[in-house]
């Protein structure tokens, strides 16, 4: 890309969304894989030109969108597809479909700090024509027939752009607000439970109002680009989390009530299903009773763990076939668990479920021991079945009754 092309896609900033505020490298890498993941579950007719410096966190996806036979995905970093190998730091997606199209801009060198950057966003718009003339004009291949397929002649649409923008805005908020809570030297003084159990309130407050700001922009998107099962995922995941701050403020309360066992499994499967994918893992779900299992358990929290669990298989695993089986007993059902990827060390069995125990770095060690007392919150139980160099099993048992 030359330098000079580099200062006139930069000229699109003052067009559109422009951000004041710096995201993070976490914060963009999420946001690219939201905008593209709709591509991919639809394997929509759709044509995007990419230039990435740093793929980190994105080849899973990248390799996805290369599998999918309806999307053309082009790498202008590529040898050869550039007519001057003249590199800069700027990276973007110019991408166009039939009913979608959109451009994202961004350059790390423009701020000292290399792990934060500014972006353009503008979705639906006239001007993704434009940016992709200049991207068009160093190219050694032509693709304007392929581009102008779906040649984008919509008029501005502020509204949605600027609430796609906010949500963007939001994400990159709560994104960094999780980096921050994770930090070594966060320190809370446990010595004052008065002082403790207000902060509980105010911060469980704050994540409400941001869930709310969710909720709007979710039905918002759903109203502009129609219902789907990315828009479903995060509003299902928008209830967990009110559940579980619902629970902080009416602490040991459950919403017991009778549910259909498969569909809390093959929901949690669901949720993580595009997860799983960006490592090449995936879930099976096993039954061993031809009808339906009902038991009486807090919907969410069950939900909940399974999701934590699955979620650390996926961390120890990859191209692998996660099983998660159900099998009833007389008087209780199991629920098996099952990934072939690290063994668990012998010295780490016992300490598992303790809490503060973890083996990541930035871990906190809570995971296994919420999962744990929420299992026995359910008059259940959670173990480690088994772990080996072939495969690592956790079992939770759960009462029939």
Known sequence: MYKKQKKQLKSFLSLGNYSEELFSRNSMTTIIRALLEPVISQNAVSL???????????EGLIKRLEYCNNVEIVDTTS???????DYVELEFIVFTSARYNFVLIWD?????????????????????????????????????EKFYLHKP???????????LFNVL???NASIEESNFSQNDDFIVDLSDEDNIENRIKEITHEIKNQLSVLDIYTKL???????????????????????????????????????????????AAEIMSEILCEKGNKISIISSHKYDISIFADENKLLSVLINIIKNANESSKND???????PDKNSVFIDITNHGEE???ENKKLLFEKGFTTKQKGWGIGLYSCKKHIEELRGKLELLESDSKKTTFRITLPLD
């Open 153 to 163: 002649e919509r008029r501005e649409n502020e509204l949605l752009n600027e609430a």
């Open 48 to 58: 995007i030109f990419t230039r990435f410096k740093n793929k980190e966190g994105l």
């Open 321 to 327: 076939e996660f099983l998660i089986e159900i099998k």
């Open 169 to 171: 805005k939001k994400l």
């Open 344 to 346: 668990i060390k012998e």
């Open 108 to 144: 790390y060198s423009y701020n000292s700090n290399k792990n934060y950057t500014n972006c353009y966003f503008l979705a639906n718009s006239r001007a993704v024509n434009d940016v992709y003339e200049i991207v068009q004009s160093n190219l050694t291949t032509d693709y304007r």
């Open 79 to 85: 040898k050869g597809v550039l007519i001057k190998d």
């Open 221 to 267: 998107i759903e109203k502009q680009l129609g219902k789907n099962k990315n828009t479903e995922v995060l509003k299902k995941t928008a209830s967990i989390i009110t559940a579980q701050l619902n629970e902080l403020r009416n602490y040991g309360e459950l919403d017991i009530k009778e549910i259909i066992l498969q569909d809390i499994v093959e929901e």
